[in-house]
Nanobody
């Protein structure tokens, strides 16, 4: 059974940085694309960044140049380095595999104050 556990969220002022981590427990990590999503109450979950097993990356336009996704296959962990944070980045952040989704983890709250 695969489990995804996100961590690293918190409260930060605009312009600050956070580094999110997602640990994948179960034998799925090395060959899967890994994605970071975020969700604001009342809105659909949004794909923020993705990284393939070979290291290719994709970002939604609103975070390009500010966020960096990376992965450590040896530790079954994917990271999201978030710099120059804006209040509109406030959301619960989740990771998952792509394109087939697994059960969602609990997410990690990111709050950016003005």
């Amino acid at each position: 059974q695969v489990q995804l556990v996100e961590s690293g969220g918190g409260l930060v002022q605009a312009g600050g940085s956070l580094r999110l981590s997602c640990a994948a427990f179960g034998n799925i990590f090395r060959t899967n694309r890994m994605d970071w999503y975020r969700q604001v109450p009342g809105k659909q979950r949004e794909l923020v960044a993705a990284i393939t097993s070979g290291g290719g990356t994709h970002y939604t336009d609103s975070v390009k140049g500010r966020f960096t996704i990376s992965r450590d296959n040896a530790k079954n962990t994917v990271f999201l380095q978030m710099n120059s944070l804006k209040p509109e980045d406030t959301a619960v952040y989740y990771c998952n595999t792509g394109p087939v989704l697994l059960t969602w983890g609990q997410g990690t709250q990111v709050t950016v104050s003005p």
